[in-house]
């Protein structure tokens, strides 16, 4: 025993030191003091070419220039991801009169060799600690081959699941999406990697969850929704930000001063830079507000955007507007100084080239595919489970696995093909093979002709070893075009021919249990009625469907729970928890009350919820402070017991509710949570800190503001808690 604590003390050890020798982030006192002088310095020697330079970002494939880079007019490179090739364009910085390094950017939206959940479904874990390992091991990989600065995370609040970014975020709540941005921020950096906080700000809420569409947020919306996860990013150190696509109340975001200047580095004193999105400066022309790519530029520089990705906006047009005086040389420096600050923090001056030999054996670690399973286990969710279906009984001898979403192909990625080996993804028939007992039989057919499920290969087939199992098990949902950037969708069904094969398994009178894979919430009103069990993944990676066999065989208890609400119709959408109050609530369901005559006004799925294996009960809530000053703080304590007979993890949640204040204030608010542990009988009392300064609101002009009265505190393992205790918050 003593020999195993200390090896794992070593171990422990050994990962400090590597985490030190590579983490990245903001210098203080001293060192950023000299920093600062060798960036004037270094700018007084740069020619107005070399100049813009740093602010021009193009990336791999054709149209790319080395020569640009040689010439010293290249500030950063994207999607080169190949070591060798990576290596090619650090070399020929070498041949520039200043050689000044690159920063090298990728969207290592959610691993780089080792794939790890999608973002949401990383949410769906609520384990913060887990999700920082996430983003730490992707940045280690990609810092391995040679990548220094990541596109993510994306911290944009969407409650529309139409829209088909909502895979890359955290869901639909502030405070949760907050903690998880810090983390986030904190893996990658730790990793090595500049983190790019996106999309500033407002992308998520398109209208009609139409990627690109305009978006209308109003002031107090804006500071308590939106953009409260931005600044737990910054605050938590992120060196670089990515203005968004969208119009923000009419101004494009990439042109607008007052969130990129007057707000993000004026009141929020952010040190690093701002990049546009692909393309998005000479969008400002079809924005509206520019005549030409020459005006975009210029718009683009003086509301502070720092650097042009893959626009060739400031390369070809920036130095003439500064010779013209239309750009003030001042306002060019500024953001040369931000982009050349970033280096210097980063290290690059210093850093060696990447090494290519070396990187190969750096990707797919035991230590990042165990993070990565850990992952993907605790980020499935059951959503229904009637009569026990799951886990897999010891009665059941044979399961049906149908689907070809069962047998990956091509796992949903954000970066071209590393080139550095990856490890064949688990099979789900296989997987399950492992888990179940050696005498339980195991079948598989695809039914479709891909894993898009946009058409049958053999669907009779399927639903003739449907009919001879015990049990069906189908894996069905999105890939292919069905979601990420650009796919926003109106119906939010099953895609293709999913639905009608779903339906005839549930006509063979076999109990199925729907294993989803998805980018989003679904409507899954017709499902929840008629399978026996479903089960939510968001793409659960490099590990993913061996996780679910755990989960299915239960060898591990299901403990994810939703970030966002599903809904029950697209008509119901935008539908999330913390709605405000209205003047005619539901109460009897009838007319003149605030209902959909044709559906329920809830959720079919709200926020926080998931079922598990095991059953917890909720006791004695109580506050130790009656009475709360703005500046002070009570602790909120409850009792929570595992009364299954399984070991299993708990998302203990705690809500808030001011009922009366001088603005009308949400019917619930997520404050607090904690994932803990409860073996089979164990009773703990879980205890939060709420502060009195954190239960404001901002009024209509953004200023924040608290209001005396009594807060309820609700207690449980979702949005619908009940568990109930209170006390009044006062003025000092």
Partial sequence: MLLRLVAAFLFCGLATVASAQQEVGWKSGREAAQIERKITALIGRMTLEEKVGQLHLSGRGEGFDINQVKAGRMGAVMNFVVPQEVRQVQEAVRQSRLKIPLIIGLDAVHGFSTYFPLPLGQASSWNPQLIEQAAYWTGREARAAGVNWTFAPMVDISRDPRWGRVLEGAGEDAYLASIIAAARTRGYQRGGVAASVKHFVGYGAAEGGRDYNSTWIPTSQLHDLFLPPFKAAFDTGAMTAMAAFNALNGMPATAHRGMLTDLLRGQWGFRGFVTSDFGSITELRLHGIAKDDAEAARKALLAGIDMDMMGDVYHKHLANEVKAGRVPVKALDEAVRRVLRVKYHLGLFERQHVDVAAAPSLMQTEEARKVARQAAREGVILLRNERQTLPIAPAVKSVAVIG??????????????????????????????????????????????????????????????????????????????????????????????????????????????????????????????????????????????????????????????????????????????????????????????????????????????????????????????????????????????????????????????????????????????????????????????LEGKALGGHDDAGRYQLDPGIVEVYLGGSSLATVRTQFELAKP
Wanted: glycine letters at 8%.
């Fill in 404 to 689: 070809a979403m069962a047998v990956p192909e091509d796992e949903r990625v954000w970066t071209d093909p590393a080139g550095l080996g990856r490890r064949v993804v688990q099979p789900l028939p296989d997987a399950l093979r492992e888990q179940l007992p050696s005498d339980v039989t195991v079948t598989y057919e695809p039914a479709f002709a891909k894993n898009c499920g946009t058409e049958f290969k053999d669907k009779d087939a399927a639903l003739k070893a449907a009919a001879a199992a015990d049990l069906v098990v189908t894996m069905l949902g999105e890939d292919c075009e069905f979601m990420g950037e650009g796919a926003s969708r109106t119906d939010l069904g099953l895609p293709g021919v999913q639905q009608e094969l779903l339906e005839a398994l549930v006509a063979t009178g076999k109990p199925v249990v729907l294993v989803l894979a998805t980018g989003r919430p679904l409507v899954l009103t017709w499902a929840d009625k008629h399978v026996a069990a479903i089960v939510q993944t968001f793409h659960g990676g490099t590990e993913g469907r061996a996780a679910i066999a755990e989960v299915l065989a239960g060898k591990v208890n299901p403990a994810g729970r939703t970030p966002m609400s599903f809904p029950r119709s697209v008509g119901q959408i935008p539908v999330y928890y913390d709605q405000l109050p209205t003047g005619r609530p539901q109460k009897i369901r009838q007319r003149y009350e605030s209902i959909y005559m044709d559906e329920a006004n809830e959720a079919l799925y709200p926020f926080g919820f998931g079922l598990s294996y095991s059953r917890f009960a909720y006791a004695n809530p109580r506050v130790t402070n009656a009475k709360v000053p703005f500046d002070g703080a009570t602790e909120v304590a409850v009792d929570v017991t595992n009364q299954g007979d399984r070991d299993g993890q708990e998302v203990v949640q705690l809500y808030i509710r001011q009922p009366v204040a001088e603005r009308s204030r949400p019917l619930r608010l997520l404050k607090g949570f904690d994932k803990i542990t409860l073996k089979a009988g164990e009773t703990r009392t879980v205890r939060f800190k």
